[in-house]
């Protein structure tokens, strides 16, 4: 396999890790983000003590925020979602759709035909099965990616794998340095409140699996901008961050919040290992 085509894989891989994620709410720039089809429960982290200022139910702190907005999604059962990554002159649009198995996450993502590489992921218990073109393996295979196989330690899609849990950039927030309201806006007819959270990078690069040498060029904090329903959903999700020399932007919407959503695990017996692959060449 040439170490062009794998160097596109890792890129995509590394994308659909961002905007599978919870709290990257699934819309592209423009995106079709919409009220949820069939509401939930909130399912907030804790209990509702009043209405905040922008009318979120609960009393969201930079303490509780992340695991607010997880329970809430969780609630809900399934969603999809549409989401745009930019990184420098290259953009890719993924779509996705995600169902909770009690609460774990099961996902399905495929980037449109506006993205320079096809790929299609399903992430399931922390595996990753992946298509695209130029793996060096049958078109109709999948690649299977267990972070946790010991025969894959220090292959670096492993560690993409290991951030693609749809919860993964929720959980990058970690314990946010400050949250404020910005205040209420609608959001593709969804009345919404909106967030500007500030995380840690050392938070954001340890959910993300990203390597120290790419870590050392982030700033010191990343904000976030979050939109969350009455319910604490999230409707829209974005951040910009300056690395390098490069600016990479990610946005996302959620919609479809409770829709009948059934996802299908590869066979093993339609699956390569990844320690199958080799790099280089």
């Known amino acids: 396999m040439s170490r062009k085509p794998l160097s596109a894989s890792i890129a995509a891989l590394a994308a659909a890790s961002l905007l599978l994620a919870g709290c990257s709410g699934d819309d592209s720039s423009g995106g ?3 009220a949820s089809k069939e509401p939930s429960a909130s399912g907030s982290a804790s209990e ?6 922008g009318g979120s ?12 907005i997880l329970d809430a999604q969780r609630a809900a059962g399934s969603y999809r979602g549409k989401a745009t990554t930019a990184t420098g002159p290259v953009t890719s649009e993924l779509e996705a759709e995600v169902v909770f198995e009690g609460d774990k996450p099961l996902a399905h993502a495929k980037t449109t035909a506006n993205s320079p590489q096809a790929i299609e992921t399903v992430t399931a218990a922390g595996v990753v099965y992946l298509k695209s073109d ?4 049958p078109a109709d295979k999948w690649l299977k990616i267990d972070p946790a196989d010991p025969a894959n330690q220090g292959n670096p899609l492993a560690a993409l794998a290991a951030a693609s849990d749809p ?3 929720v959980r990058a927030m970690g314990d946010l340095q400050s949250l404020d309201v910005v205040g ?3 959001v593709e007819g969804v009345d919404t409140t909106r967030y500007r959270a500030v995380a840690g990078t050392e938070n954001f690069a340890e959910a993300l699996g990203l390597p120290a040498e790419a870590t050392a060029s982030l700033p010191e904090t990343i904000p976030f901008d979050v939109w969350l329903d009455e319910d604490n ?3 829209k999700y974005e951040y910009e961050v300056a690395a390098a020399g490069t600016t990479s932007k990610a946005t996302q919407t959620y919609y479809d919040y409770g829709a009948d ?12 290992p990844l320690s199958d692959v080799k790099l280089g060449g």
């Open 233 to 235: 959903r999230p409707v």
């Open 57 to 68: 139910t609960g009393e969201l702190t930079p303490e509780n925020f992340q695991q607010a």
């Open 48 to 53: 509702p003590t009043g209405t905040p200022e």
């Open 32 to 34: 079709d983000a919409g």
């Open 167 to 169: 919860e993964t950039a």
């Open 184 to 186: 209420e806006e609608k």
């Open 134 to 137: 130029g793996l060096g393996i």
């Open 261 to 272: 959503v059934e996802v299908t695990v590869p066979d093993d017996a339609d699956t390569v």
